[in-house]
Structures are given as C-alpha cells and as structure tokens.
C-alpha cells in the first residue's frame, strides 16, 4: 500500500526574479485535484472539493529566497472513533527560507540564522523554482492526527459495536468483572 507518497506530476514551479532584484514578490495559485486521496499514517484522506495552494515569494537578501506557502483545503476520512463520515475544514500558511547548502550564517548573509523560518537547502538556484517537495510536506503537516465527526464523539461500543452516538446499547451495566464495579462507578462519579 502507498503511503503518503506524492502523486506523480506534482509539480509547483515558479519562475525566480533576479538575485539582484528584492522588490519584486512573485505570487503564483493553484487549484489542486487529490482525486485519489492520500493514504497516510494508516489513514485514508479525501479531498473532495481539491485544494488550493498559492506562495508569495522573494528574495529578502540575494542569498535567502523566502516562500510563504498557503494552503486551504477540506479534508474528508473516517471518524477515528465511530467509523462514520468526518471532515475537517484546514487552511494555514507556512514560511520557508531556501538557501544553498554551503551557506555560512552571517557571513553570506545579513541574516544571522533561519530561526522562524523552515529551512530549505538547495544545490544551486536556477531562473525557476519547483515548490512540489513543501507544498507535500504543508498538506501532511496540517493533516488532522485523528479525524472525528464531533468533538465529542462517543465511539463505537467495544463488546457490541453499536453507535453509542445513538444513545446507550445496554453493554455497558452487563459487562465487567463485577470486581471493578465500584471502581468503574468511582470514575464515573469523580468526572
Ligand atoms: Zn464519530
Ligand atoms: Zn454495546
């Protein structure tokens, strides 16, 4: 089973201003099909209505090429916990910093490090940039540890597999060894 591999043909390229030039910012957006979705960590995510990716980039000193990264999407899973139907509504931007990999801190560069940036090495810089590596890294980074259809989902029953969303299914005062009853009730009481 694949996980959490990028789809072929994802390609995010955008074309550099010039090193000298860091005035000009470069945004460029896309609209996104995952029509397959994405298996990761054991989870199958859906995105029915695609997502949207757009950078803003620019060179902050001839050195340094930032790139903010925004993405928006809904997500669409299992409910970690009763199974149905769950989505999630994500959208956030990420800040990059892509620097060759030879550079020397505060030497090459006025920056003294790349603290509040994630960084990127690079080999070299070419006219264009391919972004595909941290646009797939953005979306696995703002994907929802567990999916759940309600913050307070109460899950399936673990003896009869009832929707305990619905109301109660009984298990709950048959099942147990009778010796943790009063512990059981303990609990219950103290929350
Ligand atoms: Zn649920
Ligand atoms: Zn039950």
Redesign the pocket.
């Known amino acids: 089973m694949k996980s959490g591999l990028m789809p072929k043909n994802w390609h995010f390229i955008v074309e550099l201003p010039p090193r000298s030039d860091c005035e000009t910012v470069v945004e460029k957006s896309w609209d996104i099909h995952l029509t397959e979705g994405i298996l990761f960590e054991g989870q199958r995510f859906l995105f029915p209505e695609g997502c949207f990716v757009s950078v803003a980039l620019h060179w902050l000193e001839p050195a340094l090429l930032t790139v903010q990264l925004f993405l928006r999407t809904e997500v669409v899973g299992e ?1 970690a ?4 139907e ?1 989505s999630l509504a994500i959208q956030d931007d990420l800040m990059y910093l892509y620097h060759l990999c030879d550079l020397e801190w505060g030497k090459d560069t006025r920056l003294e490090s790349d603290e509040g940036f994630l960084p990127v090495e690079v080999e070299f810089f070419g006219r264009t940039i391919d972004l595909a590596d941290q646009v797939w890294e953005t979306l696995l980074l703002l994907l929802p540890i567990r999916l ?3 913050e307070d ?1 109460r ?1 399936l029953c673990p003896e009869c597999g009832a929707d305990l ?1 619905q109301g109660p299914c009984g298990c709950e005062r048959q099942d147990g060894d009778p010796r943790f009853a009063v512990l059981g009730s303990f609990i219950f009481d103290s929350d």
């Open positions: 409910c916990r009763c199974l149905a769950a759940l259809c309600k989902c899950g969303n």
